[in-house]
């Protein structure tokens, strides 16, 4: 599609060629609706300029996006290359210097029109180019019966609705970027044989994007105090197993296990495989 040039060059200190020849520059828009968690899609949409365009001072601008959905059509659309960022906007007529992806959101008020974008819609853009999405049906999509990429929106509490008092907190931070890698942690607060509190706490590196955490080492600890009273100055850790991590979407974990604790110490062993429960979403980190 053609979109016209930045009317703000207009303005005194523009770029008076791009405002005086009106200048128009064809581009290619592509729109397409990925897999998400919970059986929810995303809308994305790519705006590619020509290498040789983007080597000029002339700039495109964004076009007037417009959704239309059952009886309701909202214009202009929350549309941002930046996503969850609750407040991000891309506005019309603001001038593309480069080739970028864009997601489709809804605005945070309440009395504008909501868009489920896993629902029918038809987008319109500037009233030229109308691209046109059924429904949503995950069983055409492969990504959206895989599991979730493990990242810090997992950084939560979960549980088992079954057995109240246990639980675990995982938390995802930033790895070696050189090297392409995150820290995958969990602190697993369970019971020993007598019923009495032991805590399990596993770490691991997994690769960016990496959608399960395999052989993480657990361990415990011995040797601890109360408040930092510590006989031996520092508690001693000692390997339990391993455990594996995935998410088969934002709310639910699986994880199995296989370890023991030593002759010495009451706690906790065995094998199995769990499916526990997201039990909150961080503030203003919702995995979705």
């Known amino acids: 599609m053609n979109l016209p040039g930045d009317p703000g060059e207009c303005l005194a200190g523009g770029n008076q060629e791009e405002c005086a020849s009106n200048y128009q520059e064809a581009v290619t828009v592509t729109v397409w609706r990925v897999a998400c968690p919970n059986s929810q899609t995303a809308l994305l949409m790519e705006i590619d300029r020509s290498a040789a365009a983007e080597q000029t001072a002339l700039y495109p601008t964004f076009p007037l996006v417009a959704i239309t959905q059952g009886n309701n059509t909202l214009y202009p659309v929350r549309v941002v290359n930046d996503p969850n960022t609750f407040f991000a906007n891309t506005l019309v007529n603001t001038a593309l210097y480069g080739s970028d992806i864009y997601v489709f959101e809804n605005y945070l008020s309440d009395t504008t029109i909501q868009i489920d974008y896993s629902k029918a819609l038809v987008l319109k853009l500037d009233n030229t180019i109308t691209f046109t999405f059924p429904d949503y049906n995950k069983n055409l999509y492969a990504a959206a019966n895989q599991d979730v990429p493990i990242s810090g929106y997992l950084s ?96 639910s974990m699986i994880f199995s296990y296989n370890g023991e604790t030593d002759a010495q110490t009451n706690g906790p062993g065995g094998t199995g495989t769990r499916t526990w429960q997201r039990l909150a979403n961080i503030n203003s980190l919702v995995c979705n």
């Not at 044989?193 to 080492?217: E, M, R, S």
Request: glycine share 12%.
């Open 156 to 251: 939560t509490n979960w549980f088992d609705a079954q057995h109240s008092g246990e639980g675990m907190l995982t938390q995802i931070y930033d790895g070696d970027a050189t090297q392409g890698t995150r820290v995958f942690t969990a602190a697993w607060y369970t019971f020993d044989p007598l019923g009495l509190p032991f805590w399990l706490y596993a770490q691991g590196t997994i690769d960016i994007g990496a959608k399960a955490a395999n052989n993480v080492q657990v361990f415990y600890a011995t040797n601890g105090g109360f408040a930092g009273n510590f006989p031996a100055g520092n508690a001693t850790f000692t390997q339990w197993g391993t455990a594996n991590f995935r998410f088969p979407d934002c709310n």
